[in-house]
């Protein structure tokens, strides 16, 4: 069994800040892709940003200078750290990891945390 929880949404002005984190737990194995997605009311969900397990980033057009994804593979961990938000980033994001268990290998999807980007 592997739970993935998000934390670090919220309100933020537009210009503003905001550092959202994934947490894997369980009988994880190794941790290979993970990335972060999110969707906005009335849109299909999109990639935001991912990393692979040796570091390597790849972002959205859409946020391409404002986001930073890293990873902390000791903590079992995925970070976006997002800067000068804009109102069209508000959505729910989503964590997403591809992770081996003693049994197999399966993606798995985070419950989604919250962002407004509104002044």
């Known amino acids: 069994q592997v739970q993935l929880v998000e934390s670090g949404g919220g309100l933020v002005q537009p210009g503003g800040s905001l550092r959202l984190s994934c947490v894997a737990s369980?009988?994880?194995?190794?941790?290979?892709?993970m990335g972060w997605y999110r969707q906005a009311p009335g849109k299909q969900r999109e990639m935001v940003a991912s990393?692979?397990?040796?570091?390597?980033?790849n972002y959205g057009d859409s946020v391409k200078g404002r986001f930073t994804i890293s990873r902390e593979n000791a903590k079992n961990t995925v970070n976006l750290q997002m800067n000068n938000l804009k109102p069209e980033d508000t959505a729910v994001y989503y964590c997403?990891?591809?992770?081996?268990?003693?049994?197999?290998?399966?993606?798995?999807w985070g419950q989604g945390t919250q962002v407004t980007v509104s002044s």
């Open positions: 997403k990891t591809t992770i081996s268990t003693p049994l197999n290998i399966n993606i798995y």
């Open positions: 990393i692979s397990s040796s570091g390597i980033p």
């Open positions: 369980g009988s994880i194995g190794s941790i290979y892709y």
